[in-house]
């Protein structure tokens, strides 16, 4: 016996019912142009009609202003950097699951994150997070997995470590450029 809702199927919406969708689903929360379409696909008609309300949908969106994977990318870009103080590969990681071509990513990130002093940066993402000082090899490991799981470069945690007086070995890693 089944508690949750049973999933009827919905009719199809033509298109000024999508656009009316889309709207309110962009109103709801900030979405890239795939996310959208994603959203939407589910609810208009299946087939060659469909993709072309869709398309119609999408197209009208972008007119009116509301749609823009530019916009998107640089407020998107812009939260995770101030309010969740990740780093340059964390956001980046985020942009291209979020369906953001890899030249805008990058054009963005890079302006985002051009004059942004990274182990400052860290040092903000390690107070929000309210992490301890290390005591031992277990913890300075588990530190350093956070930090760069949080998407800063190697040297940038290792310079973090060192500031707590951990001892921490340098090894030679190509740092990658994110380009």
């Given amino acids: 016996m089944a508690f949750g809702k049973s999933k009827s199927a919905r009719p199809p919406l033509d298109q000024a019912e999508l656009l009316e969708y889309a709207v309110k689903s962009l109103a709801s929360k900030m979405k890239s142009e795939r996310d959208l379409r994603n959203r939407v696909k589910d609810r208009a008609e299946p087939g060659e009609a469909g993709v072309e309300a869709m398309d119609a949908v999408i197209a009208k969106l972008k007119e009116l202003g509301y749609l823009s994977d530019e916009r998107f990318a640089a407020d998107y870009t812009r939260m995770r950097q101030e309010n969740e103080k990740f780093g340059k590969r964390r956001v980046q990681q985020g942009l291209m699951q979020k369906g953001i071509a890899t030249e805008l990513t990058n054009k963005t990130l890079t302006a985002a994150y051009d ?20 005591e031992g090899d277990k913890e300075v490991a588990r530190a350093m997995r956070r930090l760069v799981g949080a998407g800063f470069s190697v040297g940038t945690v290792w310079k973090v470590l060192r500031g707590w007086g951990a001892e921490v070995e340098e090894v030679d890693v190509m740092e990658d450029s994110g380009e």
């Fill in 115 to 134: 004059e942004v002093d990274e182990v400052a940066l860290a040092k903000q993402y390690v107070e929000r997070k309210r992490m301890k000082k290390p």
